[in-house]
């Protein structure tokens, strides 16, 4: 019997694709031995088909036309690593109405456009695989939808973007400035084309979305969390930060209460106590903990961004599909929604923000003179917050201070009410920046 040829379409060659062209060339005789069938990197698209290239990639092989990839009789797997939501989404709709199977590790299309693709995938008879669309390297969908089915989960939480944590480990421990850090995240190929993505939190929260899928059965629309970047936070409070005992992650944190049955997703740079692992997941790495009322609290450590982890991510993807193509057999739970939906159970809605406990970290820059204190004092008794912690520095402009509040326990409506009052007096110069503490339980 002859060894059938599975045909892989790349749409895509920059950090990603090139990651996978280069890996899946260098492991395909140990692939194809694993897996019983031959691998052919039949074709790729580009944008620009004379830009020059690491992988060495015959010109026969490029084109500039990713759909024609997407719709080629002969490719069985089409992989879009192209980003964003207008020809990806394109091209893997046309591709899953083919019945082909996508690759993709595009988490903004995902969140975006999630259930359209798997309803275009359940009609077209195609499969859509997106271990790499979440934490780089780190195998958390594989996680989240087979080894942890048997769990309910009442908190995930995680470090999910490289270049965010990579930015304030520089920060944290050399002082460096942030715009420099920023563009070496950039040529290291870890962060979006579009670096506000990365930076002001939206690419954690795409990711978010997809974990609060898998694990609650709902997409949670961005506009529907709190989505907050590292881009106004300080040296200062980092140093701050230090002092009280905490590192600053950008966090996703997604809480279900069960007995209430709500859900809350949000973003947010957040103060973790030193002694919790993720608060020494430095550099590109991310880390995520999984709270599952069966198994305990489970955590993952790797890296979140970059050509080789995010290559290792989608070429488990194209072996998952090589068995779904040659057994038939999905994954537990891959690729169908159905059987994510499940987790949802009956009246599953968003917690409203009174329902979101916290500590939390304000700072802002005052006039130094004497009552300012005191009126700041008013607004935070009035709703109901009780002051931990003030830390007064000087400040620029001269006669103005750096004031900086924690809290005890209070609630996200709360907060809110408390910031948008203080914005308010003329005594706060420019807009107070607020940081949650993460004191989560495990
Ligand atoms: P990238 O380096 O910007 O590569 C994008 C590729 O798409 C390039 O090869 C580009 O062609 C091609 N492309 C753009 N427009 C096109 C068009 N109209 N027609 C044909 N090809 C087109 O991006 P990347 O970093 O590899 O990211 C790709 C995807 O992976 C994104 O969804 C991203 O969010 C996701 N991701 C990235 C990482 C990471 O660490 N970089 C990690 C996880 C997930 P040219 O090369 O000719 O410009
Ligand atoms: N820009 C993303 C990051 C790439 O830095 O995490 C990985 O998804």
Redesign the pocket.
């Known amino acids: 019997m002859s060894t059938r040829t599975i045909r892989i379409g790349l ?7 090139q990651g996978v062209w280069k890996h899946l060339s260098a492991s395909r005789a140990q692939l194809e031995s694993r897996l019983g069938v031959k691998l052919e990197l039949h074709r790729a ?4 088909l004379r ?1 020059r290239r690491a992988v060495k990639i015959p010109a026969s092989k490029l084109t ?1 036309d ?1 759909r024609a990839v997407a719709t080629d009789p002969k490719v069985d797997i089409v992989c879009e ?3 964003g939501t207008g ?2 989404r394109e091209v893997t709709l046309a591709a899953l109405a083919r019945g082909k199977i996508v690759v993709s ?4 299309l995902l969140c975006s456009h999630g259930a359209e693709i798997f309803a275009a995938a359940k009609k077209g008879g195609g499969h859509f695989f997106f271990e ?2 979440v934490a ?1 390297g780190i195998p958390i969908i594989k996680a989240l939808r087979e080894g942890l089915v048997a769990n309910r989960f009442r908190l995930i939480y995680g470090i999910l973007n ?1 270049t965010c944590n990579y930015i304030l480990t520089r920060m944290s421990l050399e002082g460096a400035p942030y715009a420099s850090i920023l563009a070496e995240a950039k040529s290291l ?2 962060a ?2 579009d670096e506000s993505l990365d930076v002001e939190g939206w690419d954690t929260a795409h990711k978010a979305s997809i974990l609060a899928f898998l694990a609650h059965g709902v997409w949670v629309r961005t506009d529907r969390m709190i989505v907050e970047g590292i881009d106004r936070v300080t040296p200062l409070d980092i140093r701050t930060a230090a002092t009280l005992g905490y590192g600053i992650k950008l966090l996703a944190v997604i809480t279900r209460d069960f007995a209430s049955n709500e859900l809350f997703v949000r973003v947010h740079p957040t103060l973790l106590p030193k002694d919790k692992v993720l608060a020494n997941v430095n550099g590109v790495f991310n880390g995520i903990a999984v709270s599952g009322d069966v198994v305990g609290t489970t955590t993952y450590i790797g890296r979140g ?3 080789d982890a ?1 290559a290792s991510a989608v070429i488990s993807d194209i072996a998952d599909a090589v068995t779904l193509l040659t057994t038939g057999k999905v994954v537990a739970m891959g690729g169908d929604a159905a059987s994510f939906q499940g987790r949802a159970g009956r009246r599953l809605r968003l917690a409203p923000p009174e329902h979101v406990a916290g500590r939390y970290y304000l700072r802002m820059t005052v006039k130094d003179q004497p009552g300012v204190l005191a009126q700041i004092a008013q607004i935070t008794a009035r709703n109901r917050l009780s002051i931990a912690s003030v830390i007064q520095t000087a400040a620029e402009p001269a006669n103005a201070a750096s004031l900086i509040l924690t809290t005890h326990q209070s609630n996200e409506r709360a907060i809110r009410a408390t910031l948008s009052a203080l914005a308010r007096l003329k005594s706060v110069l420019g807009k107070p920046l607020l940081l949650r503490i993460g004191d989560f339980t495990d």
């Open positions: 749409c895509g060659l920059g950090t990603v694709g698209a580009v944008r620009d830009k500039d990713a690593l192209i980003g020809l990806a590790a595009n988490k903004a790499a669309s780089g490289g190929g870890y979006e084309a961004a970059g050509q995010t």
